[in-house]
């Protein structure tokens, strides 16, 4: 089991990012996803999940209305849309299969002027 991340970066206050996440080595159409984030000196927190079917989403209140995750089937892949960027966004975001416990290498995401 295996999860790559890519996609994030430096970008302004009131920005927008796309993270991606590539997973391999499982069913991945049968089984939920989640990203997390870490900010530095802060424990790591849940940001959103999703179902297999995508027929069920949530997010932290942190998030809510900014963020957007969701996942392509066919290509094994969870994207985590991140819009409306604050500068407490700021952290190293996590992949996260809860089935298999894998976390992938996690990508920074910057927020700054």
């Known amino acids: 089991v295996q999860l790559v991340e890519s996609g994030g970066g430096l970008v302004q206050p009131g920005g927008s990012l796309r993270l991606s996440c590539a997973a391999s080595g499982f069913a991945f159409s049968n089984y939920a996803m989640s990203w997390y984030r870490q900010a530095p000196g802060k424990e790591r927190e849940l940001v959103a999940s999703?179902?297999?079917?995508?027929?069920?989403?949530k997010y932290a209140d942190s998030v809510k209305g900014r963020f957007t995750i969701s996942r392509d089937n066919a290509k094994s892949t969870v994207y985590l849309q991140l819009s409306s960027l604050r500068p407490e966004d700021t952290a190293v975001y996590y992949c996260?299969?809860?089935?298999?416990?894998?976390w992938g290498q996690g990508t920074q995401v910057t927020v700054s002027s």
């Open positions: 999703l179902t297999s079917s995508e027929s069920s989403a």
């Open positions: 996260y299969a809860a089935t298999w416990g894998t």
